[in-house]
């Protein structure tokens, strides 16, 4: 049972298996419809056994979903990503969304990570009001999200500090740049892409909306803009 303002409504959530993807890929393509949504896909990451998959049955039926993992800081920090927060349109405004983020959190603090977060859109306040209510803050640091779907081989010298992420998710395979963002940073992902394009589909990096000459160094490389982010972050007790 889970009650928002006037409204109560009995929901379950429950972690989600391989036979609910076909299910969370509908809810997917409801929400999404300009995307493509692969069941085998979403049914792989939840086979992995990376990561923590919830969804959500109102009336027999599936209709949302999250899911979250762990990635380490350049400082081998356990973070919690909450990667992916859906719920589907005829459903929203029933505190489903809040009853997932809820599941995904404890999930996260359980597993020994030192906070979670979660990477929202600067517009979309209907996610930014889910997670203020599941204790999560903005950093308030607005940051454009860049991504390179063609990799290029460049022999450039790179920082050690360079962080690239490995993940997998309901959307893509891809490498995330985190650390000293450089020029030479953005060119070792773009690298790696390069030669492991069976195994990744994209290259993507935050850049400071501030920022101009990282910004234009991306664009040369043939990252492209996405969208303007902020970062959400609850920290857990010890």
Known sequence: MWGEGD????ITIRPAVVGDAAAIAAVKDAVWPEET???GRIARVIACGEHTSFIAEYGGQVVGFVDS????????????????????????GR???RALVSAASQSGHESGATFARALIQTHNTASQRVFARCGYRSDGVARDLYVATRGVAIPQPVFQDTNLIEVRTFNYNGLWVEG?????????ALTRLAANSHEYGL???LISSCDAAL???AMSLGYTLVAAFHWWRRDFDD
């Open 7 to 10: 409204t109560t409504v009995e």
């Open 203 to 205: 290259a993507g990096v």
């Open 180 to 188: 000293h963002l450089t020029i030479d940073s953005l060119s070792r």
């Open 95 to 97: 505190g489903i969304g």
């Open 215 to 217: 910004t234009e160094a």
């Open 37 to 39: 949504s692969e069941p």
């Open 69 to 92: 993992f762990t990635t380490y800081s350049p400082m081998e920090t356990a973070r919690w990503e909450v990667d992916l927060l859906a719920v589907h349109p005829d459903q929203q």
